[in-house]
């Protein structure tokens, strides 16, 4: 009976405008962070995720003090963060050390912006774990208008930033410019994380852009398909988690990571059984041959 009535008010607020609006925002970061997370992972940088979003978080909290949009807020400090990750993180022997004093000084400085604010608590908690109406209809503007400078740049980066991504030495050495395409990456980076902090929080925005790329990555090889299956599980992921959350009206950020958790331990299950088949064949195959 409970489930009959949490499937109508599911329905019933599906209706809503604003519900609408944080829909098409769930889709279009299911896609941008389904397209970076491929790439974010093969170049190591799953923890600069987590960086970025802290210094989106900082730059919320002072929009949240100031009165402003918190999302002018999320990506100014999203973009001031990988920019600092793009000037001092260029060496994988110094990226993790500058990603965790650029998070430590985030946290600190959104921490302290937070305590200043004296308005609603939900927008403070909104913040960090994200809500279902951080997106009206002005933010979704700045969010397309984001995302689709996101999209765009990608699209024309993304082969040469392959490349320097599977392999940065031999790129270099054919003349790619992978410095500068990292620091364009770290940007992408910034920007992507910022859109991630408005649904689902600075807390847990890892669960878009690196979980379901992780378990695209334990499925195949392929950049191609993995590329396709990273942009599935991220929606799958993002509009399935803003869709349980309605009728409980917990965080959506909640179901998210649930979601994109299970899909990676149903991912690394497949990839244990498929490895345990292809070795038994293996084996069967040479004591054939012998």
């Keep these: 009976m409970d489930s009959l009535l949490d499937l109508e008010l599911t329905v019933r607020l599906l209706s809503l405008g604003f519900v609408q609006t944080a829909l098409l925002a769930a889709v279009i970061l299911g896609l941008v962070a389904g397209l970076l997370g491929p ?17 989106a978080f900082t730059g919320a909290a002072a929009a949240l003090l100031l009165g402003i949009g918190v999302s002018y807020g999320a990506l100014a400090g999203a973009v001031v963060a990988a920019l600092l990750l793009g000037l001092f993180g260029n060496r994988a022997s110094d990226r993790d050390s500058v ?57 024309v980066v993304y082969r040469p930033l ?7 030495a031999v790129a ?12 364009v990456f ?36 392929s950049p191609a398909r993995t590329t396709m299956l ?13 869709v349980l959350s309605l009728a409980p009206g917990l965080p959506v950020s909640v179901f998210v990571a649930g979601i994109s958790f299970a899909i990676y331990l149903a991912c690394r299950l497949f990839g244990y059984l498929r490895a345990r088949r292809s070795a038994g064949t293996g084996s069967v195959q040479h004591q054939q041959h012998l």
Aim: proline share 2%.
């Design 39 to 55: 790439l974010i992972v093969m170049r190591g940088m799953a923890f600069a995720v987590h960086g970025t979003a802290e210094l």
């Design 99 to 155: 990603i965790g004093a650029i998070l430590a000084f985030g946290l600190g400085v959104g921490v302290l912006l937070l305590w200043l604010y004296d308005g609603r608590a939900s927008n403070k908690f909104g913040i960090l774990v994200g809500q279902i109406v951080a997106i009206d209809s002005t933010d979704l503007v700045t969010f397309l208008v984001a995302s689709g400078v996101v999209l765009l740049v990608l699209a």
């Design 172 to 183: 270099a050495a054919r003349g790619v410019p992978v410095g500068l395409l990292g620091m």
């Design 230 to 242: 990273s942009v599935l599980f991220a929606e799958l992921s993002a509009v399935g988690g803003l």
């Design 162 to 168: 392959l490349f320097a991504s599977v392999d940065p």
């Design 186 to 221: 770290a940007v992408l980076l910034g920007v992507a994380s910022a859109l991630g902090v408005q649904l689902v929080g600075a807390l847990l925005v890892m669960s878009l852009m690196i979980t379901p790329a992780a378990a695209a990555l334990r499925v195949t090889n």
